[in-house]
């Protein structure tokens, strides 16, 4: 009898070993696909801000263009992330009502766009009603994209969750699980989507612009693929460690900790250094062919601004002459978090060449380089035949919207979109209500080629 009992507590207590040890991995399973899933709404959260944003850039571009076939590109283009926009935002776990009313809206702005491409590219050009209505919708995309990047920022800033893992309870196996709304949370806290949805609903409620992929200069990204066309004799490690007192400033106060090579499209040997009592590295890159300098990154904490952006730009000049880079002109910068991030680019006096390029990171407490980034340069600059247009800077501006207040005309030369050559254009910066833009008239065939808007704050001038 006290056998079979013992059997009997044996088998419960193995039972009870075995759905306690099902339940932990039935529970680290849970935990797994709320992650994968979690990621896969965030991810479709930023597809919905990303086109929206997208959509209502492009939008801004068709109303400045003077070109029916460029309008109907840029048309073309909002559509399209409208489409994706709208399609990301049905996946949103949210309520119906919610999700609905901004796919809706975002379906409205792809079939004006749509409607009023067809037209143009049949010949019809927009009127003013066309204009006024396509003015009001970019307004509303403003809105859209504004509000959407505030509700991503109050999402990941608080750490919320739209997908909570569900914890395997006693009470949960006897009541059974019910999703409760929930408010938002305490700091340090977590919530599902319930919280969200306020930040969602907002969607279409309040207007302001708030672009969200923005560029430190024109063409700034525009890397080409091809080999470097700035090329020398070969040289030793021993003689690049040699230049870093070139390149360096203030390099007597450095040490080398760190000698390699790296064998990308730029080959380069790669040096750390470090500098006593301050925290932080500082890598230096030179190329293998010509010893010219390539990129330099310097992480050190920086102290109070002492300088503003006008200064940087000059400190930044005054650093690349001392190296060589004649006819380095500053475009467009921004500063934050301590330094100045400014883009020069190359003019042979006439045309500025925008593929020509170096972007310089400048410390704003002591005027000291801390980043450069010369691969552009290096992968583009060589002896150029003069560039001449064909087409005057007059007639240029004659092909540009009428309603684009003209301020300043230079004459540029932009990277194709292959980035392997260059276009001659005319670059006119304007105004058109309150945005300014830059429209980039082909100098060659008077065609309209590019269109650019300008986004400008305390910070600095960006272009999207």
Sequence with gaps: MRIGRWILSAIVALGLVGWGVYTVRLQQANHKLALALEAERQMTVN???????????YLGKALASGSIAQTVRYLSNVQQHAVDAGNAFKQLPIESNVGAEGSKFIQQIGDLSSSLANRQAAGQEMTEQDRTQLTQIKA????????????LADFTGTNQRMIQPVAFTPNLLLKGYKMQAVTKPASGEQSPISYTQGGFTTVTDTNKEMPTLIYDGPFSEHVSKEPPKMKGPAITQQQAEAKLAQYVTNFAQYRVTSRTEVNGKIPTFAFLLERSGETGQFSVNIAKEGGYLVQTNHSRPYNESTLNLKDAKAKGST????????GMVPTYGVAEGGAATIVYAWSDGEVLHYRDQIKLKIALDTGEIVGFDGRQYITSHHTREKMKPTVTANAAQAKVNPKLAVQRVQLTAIPNNAGTGDIL?????????KQRYLVYINATSGNEQQILQLIESDRGTFTI
């Design 140 to 151: 509303r995309a403003d809105q859209l994209s504004a509000n959407l990047s505030v509700a």
């Design 47 to 57: 597809d919905v801000a990303y086109h929206t944003n997208q959509a209502q850039t």
């Design 319 to 326: 650093y690349l002459n001392a190296l060589g880079f004649t």
């Design 425 to 433: 254009c005319w670059e006119f910066t304007g105004l058109l209500g």
